[in-house]
């Protein structure tokens, strides 16, 4: 017959996490706004656009298609009638195929306190709710992803993730569909985790239980196990920060009963770090090493083509070296925590600046635990010079502040122990 899948529109649907019938929705819906009347896309349909049988969809789906998606027609793999289609991989996403309202929203996000408050939806409300609405509130959360990954957890971020959850709720007592209502308390759930996140990552913990009790709630009324998985992993690390190292252990193994876990290997592998780190401060060292190898073999058994959720998107080998480092210096074994340390250092892709300044602390926390307080020294002045022109996050001035005091324990008396103290403490103590 000819026919060539359309890898590109896969690639999309993937990505986003969507299912052929959920795609058809957001088609109908967009269509219903252009013409005052919902379209008659089938899941179907969807098919035959995915396995090539269609490969020019009419042109109200079309229009539809790239309002949905914030791409080109001809970027998501259709041909116009008349042109022969080529078989290729599909780029990746390119920062100019997000929709301007997207960008819009990143940049106001990145500014001011007052700037994040900009309302996520139209002033008018919705006739209908539906798919579209979940696409738009989903690329959101992506952007605040972004937002976290670039400065870090800070206050507009939290509240720019409330805003969006109140928006979510809002638009759900408006659903005309089950479905869609179990998919905004869901998102409902994954803002209010992000703003959780903001705050622990801030170290400002008073009000992250809070926020992650609230998501909890949701992620249960929307039937989510992938975001009460989140919800768990969140928990475990802000009970480790707390110190309460019994609740970080229940709370990653609340994480490892979740069928998210049980489908995905790379979930699997995040639950049992975490569990590892738990139990390393609690004084359970030998579980924690066994934690630790149930994350690497998980991790080894995982399909690295699978796009990861977007909360997830930070947990790869990187970061398992660094809960690895973590383990090891905990639990007395400062020499393979600082190859842990290395490891990290060396995966971690160049952009992820935060994570490069943590896995440096922990390096230098690793040395300076061997006796080589010169070296620990000069590699935790490192992190200054990584986040230069950039607010370092409560956790990882955290951690600093643990290096100083096993500095002041263990070589108060050197010269390179005061020079450090005079030279950083200003700089690492100030929010």
């Known amino acids: 017959m000819g026919e060539t899948r359309n890898e590109a529109l896969a690639a999309w649907i993937k990505a986003h996490h969507m299912s052929a019938e959920e795609l058809a929705d957001a088609v109908n819906d967009a269509i219903g706004d252009l013409t005052g009347k919902p379209g008659a896309t089938s899941e179907r349909t969807v098919f035959r656009w995915l396995s090539g049988e269609n490969q020019w969809p009419q042109a109200r789906q079309r229009t539809a298609l790239e309002i949905v998606t914030g791409r080109t027609i001809t970027a998501l793999g259709f041909v116009p009638r008349g042109k022969r289609k080529t078989v290729s991989t599909p780029p990746a996403p390119r920062p ?11 940049g106001a996000a990145t500014g001011t306190a007052a700037a994040v408050a ?61 479905r869609v209502r179990q998919r905004l308390f869901a998102i409902a759930s994954d803002f209010t985790a992000t703003a959780a996140w903001s705050l622990i990552d801030a170290g400002q913990l008073d009000n992250a239980g809070r926020h992650l009790d609230r998501a909890l709630t949701l992620a249960g009324m929307a039937q989510d196990s992938e975001m009460i ?62 934690s630790l190898g149930r994350a690497e073999d998980a991790m080894s058994k995982a399909d690295t083509a699978t796009p990861l959720p977007v909360w997830m998107t930070f947990y790869g080998p990187a970061e398992l070296h660094s809960i690895t480092a973590i383990v090891r210096d905990v639990i007395g074994h400062p020499a393979e925590a600082e190859a842990a340390s290395y490891r ?82 200003t700089e690492w103590s100030t929010p």
Request: aromatic letters at 4%.
């Open 118 to 178: 900009i309302p996520l939806a139209s002033p008018a409300t919705p006739s209908r709710v539906g798919t579209s609405d979940v696409i738009r509130l989903r690329d959101h959360i992506a952007n605040l992803v972004e937002l976290d990954a670039a400065r870090g957890g800070h206050t507009a971020l939290e509240r720019a993730a409330l805003a969006g959850a109140s928006e979510a709720l809002s638009l759900q007592k408006l659903s005309a569909t089950q």
């Open 229 to 290: 998985m989140q919800v768990w992993n969140l928990r475990a690390m802000l009970a480790r920060q707390r110190g309460d190292y019994a609740e970080a252990v229940a709370a990653a193994q609340a994480a490892q009963a979740t069928t998210a876990v049980r489908r995905s290997p790379m979930h699997a592998s995040l639950a049992h770090a975490r569990t590892a780190v738990g139990l390393a401060h609690s004084g359970d060292h030998r579980a924690a090493l066994r």
């Open 96 to 106: 100019e195929d997000t929709s301007v309202h997207r960008r819009r929203f990143v």
């Open 344 to 425: 990290a250092l060396a995966a971690l892709p160049g952009a992820y600046r935060r994570n490069r300044a943590n896995a440096t602390v922990r390096l230098a926390l690793a040395q300076l635990h061997q006796g080589d307080v010169e070296q620990a020294c000069t590699t935790s002045g490192d992190v200054f010079q990584i986040m230069a022109g950039a607010p370092i996050p409560g956790r990882i001035r955290q951690t600093l502040g643990d290096f100083q005091r096993d500095l002041i324990t263990m070589a108060s008396s050197t010269h390179i122990a005061h020079e450090w103290m005079d030279r950083y403490r």
